[in-house]
């Protein structure tokens, strides 16, 4: 039996207990059970409440933007988006994304149009979105990945030249900054989520931000009656309103964001340091920012080099309860609703399929420490060094 790998032989694994990917902060059951009590105090529950309107005051301070709408999730943010723009036609996306992103184009009406990543970041590629701009496009709806962001200014010029609406799904990017500016004011709106698996955590949620007096006014006026602010027309309104509950655990998020910020950074040190050198395997920096919430660990592995396959890597290490996982798997224009096209589609766009096959994601986050991180990194050399005995196994055991 190859060293390190005692599970794939039916043996205890090396971790008692799963090590997700997510980051699951939460506050101490003493934080949380009072911010409770004065909820249940005042019963105000919901309809834009004092935590509520506390938690969008203080995401506009952090993030420097004039506008945050708080919403009950993300993917109801980039709906409110889409609408609070009146985009029509077609919006350029990126396939290499939750399936959400494009979900929220469909639910206003619109037609995603798939365009290819980099291959060095995984971020929208701007030359890609100039072969896809026609006279029925009206938007650009770029990703920002990995605790990363793509070329903002090259979209920018774009969107200026082709006069196209520009917003971006910042779901994975609170707390990023591009040239200390911090994410949340470029184009006309960013989307950001505050699901569990995110740095900054409300259980479930998010918040659209922007500069825009108007667009802010429609973005209200749809979320709810509550705190709509001015009123303004709107073709439709939903009921985006975010909870008392949901508010309370984000503002504690909010405050225990810098030492979050800074233990991800210190794991993802630990990866990038004791992965550094093994033969085909590459850990993805955060791109394009000043600064990182450093909120994932993206790598990629080639086959060739390393011994195994991304898929039997992955089998090794959830044996070992290292819940890691393929992200984005499969591209969105595979994907049930989105695959009339797909295989015109899959020909135009090489480099997300390329990533479908190749990368995935290690744990990082509050379940994680940096001597686990270590041994993550140790498995994995290990993996490589022992691929050759270690192939029969995974084929026997799966």
Same mark, same amino acid.
């Given at each position: 039996?190859?060293?390190?790998?005692?599970?794939?032989?039916?043996?205890?694994?090396?971790?008692?207990?799963?090590?997700?990917?997510?980051?699951?902060?939460?506050?101490?059951?003493?934080?949380?059970?009072?911010?409770?009590?004065?909820?249940?105090?005042?019963?105000?529950?919901?309809?834009?409440?004092?935590?509520?309107?506390?938690?969008?005051?203080?995401?506009?301070?952090?993030?420097?933007?004039?506008?945050?709408?708080?919403?009950?999730?993300?993917?109801?943010?980039?709906?409110?988006?889409?609408?609070?723009?009146?985009?029509?036609?077609?919006?350029?996306?990126?396939?290499?994304?939750?399936?959400?992103?494009?979900?929220?184009?469909?639910?206003?009406?619109?037609?995603?149009?798939?365009?290819?990543?980099?291959?060095?970041d995984h971020q929208i590629d701007p030359q890609?979105?100039?072969?896809?701009?026609?006279?029925?496009?009206?938007?650009?709806?770029?990703?920002?990945?990995?605790?990363?962001?793509?070329?903002?200014?090259?979209?920018?010029?774009?969107?200026?030249?082709?006069?196209?609406?520009?917003?971006?799904?910042?779901?994975?990017?609170?707390?990023?900054?591009?040239?200390?500016?911090?994410?949340?004011?470029?184009?006309?709106?960013?989307?950001?989520?505050?699901?569990?698996?995110?740095?900054?955590?409300?259980?479930?949620?998010?918040?659209?931000?922007? =500069?825009? &007096?108007?667009? +802010? *006014? @429609? /973005?209200?006026?749809?979320?709810?009656?509550?705190?709509? $602010?001015?009123?303004?027309?709107?073709?439709?309104?939903?009921?985006?309103?975010?909870?008392?509950?949901?508010?309370?655990?984000?503002?504690?998020?909010?405050?225990?964001?810098?030492?979050?910020?800074?233990?991800n950074k210190a794991l993802f040190d630990v990866?990038?340091?004791?992965?550094?050198?093994?033969?085909?395997?590459?850990?993805?920096?955060?791109?394009?920012?000043?600064?990182s919430n450093y909120q994932y660990a993206v790598?990629?592995?080639?086959?060739?080099?390393?011994?195994?396959?991304?898929?039997?890597?992955?089998?090794?290490?959830?044996?070992?309860?290292?819940?890691?996982?393929?992200?984005?798997?499969?591209?969105?224009?595979?994907?049930?609703?989105?695959?009339? =096209?797909? &295989?015109?589609? +899959? *020909? @135009? /766009?090489?480099?997300?399929?390329?990533?479908?096959?190749? $990368?995935?994601?290690?744990?990082?986050?509050?379940?994680?420490?940096?001597?686990?991180?270590?041994?993550?990194?140790?498995?994995?050399?290990?993996?490589?060094?022992?691929?050759?005995?270690?192939?029969?196994?995974?084929?026997?055991?799966?």
């Amino acid at each position: 039996m190859p060293h390190n790998f005692s599970a794939i032989s039916g043996n205890a694994p090396t971790f008692t207990e799963p090590l997700p990917v997510g980051q699951l902060y939460f506050p101490d059951w003493s934080r949380y059970e009072a911010a409770m009590r004065g909820i249940w105090e005042r019963r105000y529950y919901t309809n834009h409440g004092p935590l509520a309107q506390e938690l969008e005051a203080s995401l506009a301070h952090f993030l420097n933007v004039k506008h945050v709408v708080c919403v009950a999730n993300a993917t109801i943010g980039l709906m409110m988006a889409a609408e609070a723009l009146v985009l029509k036609g077609k919006v350029i996306v990126p396939s290499h994304t939750f399936i959400a992103t494009a979900q929220s184009l469909k639910w206003c009406g619109l037609q995603p149009v798939f365009c290819d990543v980099e291959p060095s970041d995984h971020q929208i590629d701007p030359q890609q979105v100039v072969g896809l701009i026609d006279e029925d496009v009206s938007a650009i709806l770029a990703v920002n990945l990995w605790g990363g962001a793509c070329d903002v200014a090259s979209l920018d010029v774009l969107a200026r030249e082709y006069d196209l609406a520009l917003y971006f799904d910042s779901a994975q990017a609170f707390g990023c900054a591009i040239d200390g500016v911090p994410l949340a004011s470029f184009g006309q709106a960013e989307v950001f989520s505050f699901h569990a698996t995110k740095v900054l955590s409300a259980a479930e949620g998010g918040c659209v931000t922007t =500069n825009d &007096d108007d667009v +802010a *006014a @429609r /973005l209200r006026n749809i979320r709810s009656s509550y705190g709509a $602010g001015r009123p303004t027309q709107v073709v439709k309104t939903s009921n985006g309103r975010i909870s008392e509950a949901q508010a309370a655990i984000a503002l504690m998020s909010l405050d225990d964001y810098p030492s979050i910020q800074a233990k991800n950074k210190a794991l993802f040190d630990v990866y990038r340091s004791n992965l550094a050198g093994i033969p085909g395997l590459r850990i993805l920096d955060p791109a394009n920012v000043t600064s990182s919430n450093y909120q994932y660990a993206v790598c990629e592995l080639d086959e060739d080099a390393f011994g195994l396959s991304r898929d039997q890597l992955l089998r090794l290490l959830q044996a070992e309860n290292v819940i890691a996982r393929r992200y984005f798997y499969p591209g969105t224009h595979r994907c049930k609703g989105f695959d009339d =096209n797909a &295989d015109a589609d +899959a *020909a @135009r /766009l090489p480099v997300t399929e390329r990533l479908c096959q190749v $990368g995935f994601q290690l744990p990082l986050g509050s379940r994680l420490f940096a001597e686990s991180a270590l041994k993550i990194s140790t498995l994995i050399k290990c993996a490589h060094e022992q691929a050759s005995a270690l192939r029969p196994l995974i084929a026997r055991e799966y």
